[in-house]
Nanobody, 123 residues
Framework: VQLQASGGGSVQAGDSLRLSCAASGRTFGRNSMGWFRQAPGKEREFVAA????????SYTDSVRGRFTISRDNAENTVYLQMNSLKPEDTAVYYC?????????????????WGQGTQVTVSS
């Protein structure tokens, strides 16, 4: 499985960005997907996850209500809509592909990772 993330950029606090992650090399079937992020000097942390059908989602507390994860199984793509961005959202964002069907926050349940896309939010 290859994952290609895109959509990052430099924005002002309060702005929005939409990240995309296109999967190839494997049928985008009953697999959950997730987004993680890593800020300089910090460990990679969970941001959001979505189950295979799109009906179940999970968010870390700091982004709940501002970020929305969604997926288009026909296009093998998962999205992360990020609204009301804050400087503390600055990080490299990674999409990840799990062999499990349920949404999960656990890093070790994700088998494949994208290359990351930089999001920078200035105040």
């Amino acid at each position: 499985v290859q994952l290609q993330a895109s959509g990052g950029g430099s924005v002002q606090a309060g702005d929005s960005l939409r990240l995309s992650c296109a999967a190839s090399g494997r049928t985008f079937g009953r697999n959950s997907m997730g987004w993680f992020r890593q800020a300089p000097g910090k460990e990679r942390e969970f941001v959001a996850a979505i189950g295979w059908s799109g009906g179940i989602t999970s968010y870390t507390d700091s982004v709940r209500g501002r970020f929305t994860i969604s997926r288009d199984n026909a296009e093998n793509t998962v999205y992360l809509q990020m609204n009301s961005l804050k400087p503390e959202d600055t990080a490299v964002y990674y999409c990840a592909f799990s062999l499990n069907s349920r949404a999960t926050q656990r890093r070790n349940e994700y088998r494949y990772w994208g290359q990351g896309t930089q999001v920078t939010v200035s105040s």
